[in-house]
């Protein structure tokens, strides 16, 4: 099999054939973003296209902004069975496809696309990959979890709570340091949290807060799981997510942040006695939903669970 090329741009796309005409599998799949040359998808997901004998490749393209539009057009010119969307296109790609799912609507972005004749459906795995990460690695769901959100004002952030909320969960704390998004959030998200019919605990069930260790500590003992959703945690100078000393052995931490695999969180969860898993689980999870959403048929996880630790080193 040649090797894929590491990026493509928006002039290839114009001169599809042309520019993939070197590939042994056509180019059919693909992740979008500006810039998208770190990203691991097409790692985890050729291996998924040859584990399910699926004649097609999947390739990153950088494409900017003020080229998006036209590039999602050329998605049906081109044969496409659908794409992957990162930074900075989830917002214009959900304002551009013709249906989507309910989470993608609630959640305000899309990340995954369908092509389907001439309509492009649109879907977001972040949120229910999260959902599964979390069974996966603490063998709990999200509807039986008190849950804090660290960085909940938009994004991954946003995804978590959006899903958080949906499956009913028992409590939700959404932490962001500009604490009027999440307290924006938390008005957009009191339908599904809120049940009138559901005697109160003894703390209310959905909270706003700034990200501020005197406001955090106030809701610890009400928290069962805390996700950190920001990107503080990828380098080694950055501050604290969560206050170490706040972290008991009852908690359960979520890390988003997947490089480097042990942060200074998922440390201070560890020396505090409590269970903490970086973010791995949830990119893999977000997908083998993508792929499951184009094809409609399971998907080979373990293949890609494989294909990305090995990109992952």
Same mark, same amino acid.
């Given at each position: 099999?040649?090797?894929?090329?590491?990026?493509?741009?928006?002039?290839?796309?114009?001169?599809?054939?042309?520019?993939?005409?070197?590939?042994?599998?056509?180019?059919?799949?693909?992740?979008?973003?500006?810039?998208?040359?770190?990203?691991?998808?097409?790692?985890?997901?050729?291996? !998924?296209?040859?584990? /399910?004998?699926?004649? @097609? &490749?999947?390739?990153? $393209?950088?494409?900017?902004?003020? *080229?998006? #539009? +036209? %590039?999602?057009?050329?998605?049906?010119?081109?044969?496409?069975?659908?794409?992957?969307?990162?930074?900075?296109?989830?917002?214009?790609?959900?304002?551009?496809?013709?249906?989507?799912?309910?989470?993608?609507?609630?959640?305000?972005?899309?990340?995954?696309?369908?092509?389907?004749?001439?309509?492009?459906?649109?879907?977001?795995?972040?949120?229910?990959?999260?959902?599964?990460?979390?069974?996966?690695?603490?063998?709990?769901?999200?509807?039986?979890?008190?849950?804090?959100?660290?960085?909940?004002?938009?994004?991954?952030?946003?995804?978590? !709570?959006?899903?958080? /909320?949906?499956?009913? @969960? &028992?409590?939700?704390? $959404?932490?962001?340091?500009?604490? *009027?998004? #999440? +307290? %924006?959030?938390?008005?957009?998200?009191?339908?599904?949290?809120?049940?009138?019919?559901?005697?109160?605990?003894?703390?209310?069930?959905?909270?706003?807060?700034?990200?501020?260790?005197?406001?955090?500590?106030?809701?610890?003992?009400?928290?069962?799981?805390?996700?950190?959703?920001?990107?503080?945690?990828?380098?080694?100078?950055?501050?604290?997510?969560?206050?170490?000393?706040?972290?008991?052995?009852?908690?359960?931490?979520?890390?988003?942040?997947?490089?480097?695999?042990?942060?200074?969180?998922?440390?201070?969860?560890?020396?505090?006695? !409590?269970?903490?898993?970086?973010?791995?689980?949830?990119?893999?999870?977000?997908?083998?939903?993508?792929?499951?959403?184009?094809?409609?048929?399971?998907?080979?996880?373990?293949?890609?669970?494989?294909?990305?630790?090995?990109?992952?080193?």
């Amino acid at each position: 099999m040649a090797e894929v090329r590491d990026l493509y741009t928006f002039d290839d796309l114009k001169n599809w054939s042309g520019a993939t005409g070197d590939l042994d599998r056509p180019a059919r799949l693909s992740v979008f973003g500006d810039p998208v040359k770190h990203s691991r998808s097409p790692q985890m997901h050729n291996p !998924a296209l040859e584990a /399910a004998g699926i004649d @097609c &490749e999947y390739v990153r $393209l950088h494409i900017q902004p003020d *080229e998006l #539009a +036209e %590039a999602l057009s050329l998605l049906k010119e081109n044969d496409f069975i659908g794409t992957n969307v990162t930074i900075p296109h989830k917002g214009g790609v959900h304002d551009a496809v013709d249906e989507m799912t309910e989470v993608a609507r609630r959640i305000g972005a899309v990340n995954t696309v369908a092509v389907d004749g001439d309509q492009l459906l649109g879907h977001n795995t972040d949120a229910p990959g999260l959902k599964k990460a979390i069974r996966e690695e603490f063998s709990m769901d999200l509807s039986d979890l008190r849950i804090m959100i660290v960085g909940a004002g938009g994004g991954a952030g946003k995804a978590a !709570a959006v899903q958080c /909320a949906m499956d009913h @969960c &028992e409590r939700l704390v $959404l932490v962001n340091r500009t604490v *009027e998004k #999440a +307290e %924006a959030l938390a008005e957009e998200l009191h339908d599904l949290v809120i049940d009138p019919d559901k005697l109160e605990g003894p703390a209310d069930r959905l909270v706003a807060i700034p990200w501020e260790s005197e406001a955090m500590e106030r809701e610890m003992e009400n928290v069962d799981l805390i996700i950190n959703a920001t990107s503080v945690g990828m380098k080694r100078t950055d501050p604290e997510v969560v206050p170490a000393s706040l972290i008991e052995p009852h908690h359960l931490v979520y890390d988003m942040v997947y490089a480097p695999a042990r942060t200074r969180l998922i440390a201070d969860a560890e020396e505090a006695g !409590a269970k903490a898993a970086n973010g791995l689980s949830m990119l893999l999870w977000q997908g083998v939903l993508a792929f499951e959403f184009w094809f409609d048929s399971a998907a080979p996880a373990e293949a890609m669970r494989k294909g990305l630790s090995e990109s992952l080193g």
